[in-house]
C-alpha cells in the first residue's frame, strides 16, 4: 500500500499513523508515477485537484485552464490528499468511509 501526500500535511500523517503497513510517498520530493496518477484521474476526475488550497488560489485563469494531470504534475501540492493505493484500489482522501473501509 502506497499513501501519497506531503509530510507537511496533518490530515497524511493521521492516515499514515493508523496504516502502518502504507509505504509514504512525498508527491513534492518524489512525485506520483505517471500511470498511478492517470488511474487516480479516471477514478476520481476533476475532485483529485484541492480548488480550496492555498496555492490553487494563487493560481492565474490561464493555469487554472490546464488539464488536471498536467495541472497536478507543476503544482503536487494541488493534490487532494492522501492518495491511498492498495493493489488495484484507490481511495482519495481520509474521510469516514475510506477510513471504514480500510481499518475496518
Given amino acids: ?58 493560481l492565474s485563469d490561464d493555469e487554472r485552464a490546464e488539464p488536471p494531470e498536467a495541472l497536478l504534475k507543476a503544482h503536487p501540492a494541488l493534490m487532494k490528499r492522501p492518495l491511498i493505493v492498495d493493489g488495484d484500489a484507490m481511495y482519495l482522501g481520509w474521510g469516514e468511509e475510506v477510513r471504514k473501509t480500510l481499518l475496518g
Fill in 1 to 58: 500500500m502506497q499513501l501519497y501526500g506531503l509530510k507537511t500535511c496533518d490530515t497524511c500523517r493521521k492516515a499514515l499513523k493508523a496504516l502502518q503497513n502504507a509505504e509514504f510517498v512525498d508527491v513534492r520530493a518524489d512525485g506520483v508515477p505517471d500511470e498511478v496518477m492517470t488511474h487516480a484521474h479516471q477514478r476520481f476526475g476533476a475532485a483529485l485537484v484541492n480548488t480550496r488550497s492555498t496555492t490553487w488560489r494563487g
